[in-house]
């Protein structure tokens, strides 16, 4: 949450900071903000709302300068405002600090600052660290900064510009992300390459304790703790800036849609063949542990874990295994029964997310294994776990996850194949999954181009208030998903519930009209599922049925949607595609930004 951007080097800053927040504004749009250093002067313009005010702002005010740190917020401490928008002053105004994170500890040193005579002018935790930096300030920059982190408990990204070394910028990393982008006479931090793809494609990682000082011709990394020298590895960035750019479409969120049959082939190639054999390099490290593994534990947050519910089912089914899935912010605290003979999945796409990251820290204390299912590349969960399945699916950008979940599906299918084959477990349908697997490319590309279907049964929902998403086994997962789609771009009120459980409560709220969609793949119940259809029909409720019984009629339905037949292991990754589109079509019907809802951040990294 919060993106951050600083550049040294010759070039005007004010349009590569403006640019580069254009492009972290999915981690946060509460507010925007530039601070440029120009002659022995730190120039802060700072902005209510999204980075287009800023960048408005700018065009009447003088930014020029060649160093600069930049900033996209997303609340925690303080109401969104100009006030507590970053950048920070301190008094003097010749500090200048943005920060992604949270200061955990920031009550007893503003206290101690305002003890001091110091007067704040905004409601966040980060302005502590401004008055901090002219309170300490011993006449060396990097001394003062990295004395001042010291004193700071929490997670923060930090970027400090000063008068007194006007070229240059401090970072110090401890919990959320910073990438610094080395080039040929300028140097570039951020919050993810994104920000700096279109200037360089090396770049090094901060790890937790570290700080970085950035001139116009060097970057040099430290230890926070001991103030000495380290050397970083240079890596470089295998993706292009088209990936991150619109391409033509309206929304991040329809490309990434879009893109879905494309990013199938990404995450299988490689992994999976027409026999049924799997490969997984990226596991031969734990592969022991693997074989000997009592119980597989899938932790993650949102539509991770939705993937991971869907993982349970087809690992316990095919493995006879125990699978336990849970969110990441409740398992870090509940203590739960984790040794070194289970197995730890962590699931993120953003690899950043601080209570998944939790999980996997606890893990490695209790000694078990843990395999990251990740789409950033050497992000934090990625760097940590012992082994990484990346997903390829290439940048995200839409806060709502949608390629990335039918990737972690893939990913999982993949996963659970690998397991029974080091298992010794014979899986009599291994030909027919591998068949599916390799026939949803094709699958999802037709699926994608009838979306006339699923923009008229958005016509339908878009004034309601309630909708309800239905499905038994394995589309109950899918269901949930569903429904957190729908009510975090559309803000229409979505509940997913087991088929079955709905006449324990949730039936009550069903009235004349209620959508409910209705998801009935699963044929070893279809049954079961007809009848609880039947039982909301009779109350009135409007039907959604997502089928794939190519007879099925409109005598149950409403509104019907029908996907091709595959393997149930298999489906989710196209039953989930028509739920995008439908979540993704009334959010634009109702006049709402599916890439960047409110009250959200595409990236997680506080608790
Ligand atoms: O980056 P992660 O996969 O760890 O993120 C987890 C959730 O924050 C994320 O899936 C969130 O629920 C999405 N907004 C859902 O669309």
């Not at 022995?40 to 700072?46: A, G, L, M, V």
């Not at 990682?205 to 430290?222: C, F, I, Q």
């Not at 993650?300 to 519910?309: D, I, N, Q, R």
């Not at 209790?366 to 950033?376: E, H, K, T, W, Y």
Request: glycine share 6%.
């Amino acid at each position: 949450m919060c993106g951050i951007v600083g550049y040294t080097g010759k070039k005007q800053v004010d349009q590569i900071l403006l640019d580069g927040l254009k492009t972290l504004e999915y981690r946060g749009y509460d507010s925007a903000g530039i601070a440029v250093l120009d002659n022995n002067k730190i120039k802060i313009i700072k902005k209510e709302g999204r980075v287009d005010r800023l960048i408005e702002e700018t065009k009447i005010s003088d930014t020029t300068g060649t160093c600069g740190i930049a900033h996209t917020r997303w609340a925690t401490h303080g109401k969104p405002s100009d006030e507590n928008s970053h950048p920070h002053f301190n008094h003097s105004k010749n500090f200048a600090v943005i920060h992604n994170g949270i200061i955990e500890n920031y009550q007893s040193i503003k206290a101690s600052l305002i003890d001091d005579g110091y007067i704040f002018s905004s409601e966040t935790d980060s302005e502590v660290v401004a008055h901090l930096l002219e309170r300490d300030f011993d006449g060396d920059l990097f001394n003062t900064v990295r004395n001042v982190a010291m004193q700071l408990e929490g997670a923060y990204a930090i970027a400090v510009v000063s008068t007194h070394e006007p070229d240059k910028i401090i970072a110090v990393r401890q919990e959320t992300p910073m990438i610094i982008g080395v080039s040929q006479g300028e140097n570039i931090l951020a919050s993810d390459l994104s920000a700096i793809v279109n200037h360089t494609n090396t770049f090094y990682r901060l790890d937790n304790g570290e700080m970085a000082v950035l001139t116009p011709s060097d970057t040099t990394a430290y230890n926070l703790d001991t103030g000495k020298r380290i050397v970083k590895e240079m890596l470089t960035i295998d993706w292009d800036i088209s990936q991150a750019k619109r391409g033509g479409y309206d929304h991040f969120m329809r490309k990434e849609i879009a893109e879905q049959h494309e990013v199938i082939e990404n995450a299988l190639r490689g992994r999976l063949f027409d026999d049924g054999q799997v490969r997984l390099t990226e596991l031969e490290n734990i592969k022991d542990k693997l074989i000997n593994a009592r119980r597989i534990h899938l932790i993650a947050c949102g539509t991770s874990y939705h993937a991971g519910l869907v993982g349970k089912y087809i690992i316990e089914d095919l493995l006879r295994i125990s699978v336990e899935t849970d969110v990441a912010s409740e398992y870090r605290y509940r203590n739960p029964i984790l040794t070194e003979e289970d197995v730890l999945v962590v699931i993120s796409q953003s690899g950043e997310t601080a209570d998944t990251l939790a999980a996997l820290r606890l893990a490695k204390e209790r000694n078990a294994p843990v395999i990251g299912i990740v789409n950033s590349v050497n992000s934090s969960i990625a760097v940590e776990c012992d082994s990484v399945i990346y997903l390829n699916a290439g940048p995200e950008i839409g806060v709502a996850s949608t390629k990335a979940y039918i990737s972690q599906l893939l990913v999982l299918n993949i996963l659970a194949l690998y397991l029974a084959s080091i298992r010794d477990v014979k899986v009599e349908d291994i030909t027919e999954i591998a068949k599916d697997l390799l026939s949803l490319n094709s699958l999802a590309k037709k699926l994608l181009s009838e979306d006339v279907v699923i923009k008229e049964i958005a016509e339908h929902i878009k004034d309601h208030n309630s909708c309800f998403f239905i499905g038994r086994l394995i589309d109950s997962a899918v269901a949930l998903e569903g429904a957190l789609k729908l009510k975090e771009i559309s803000y229409i009120h979505a509940e997913a519930k087991e088929a079955g459980e709905l006449k324990h409560g949730t039936l009550a709220l069903v009235e004349k009209g209620t959508p409910i969609v209705s998801l009935m793949t699963e044929v070893s119940v279809s049954d079961k599922m007809y009848s609880n259809i039947m039982e909301v029909k009779a109350r009135g409720g409007h039907i959604i049925l997502l089928t794939n019984d190519q007879e099925a009629t409109s005598e149950l339905a409403d509104d019907l949607i029908v996907i091709p037949k595959i393997h149930r292991y298999v489906t989710p990754v196209l039953s989930v595609i028509p739920l995008q589109l439908l979540s993704y079509y009334t959010a634009i019907i109702r006049g709402n930004d599916p890439d960047k809802p409110r009250n959200l951040a595409k990236s997680v990294t506080v608790e």
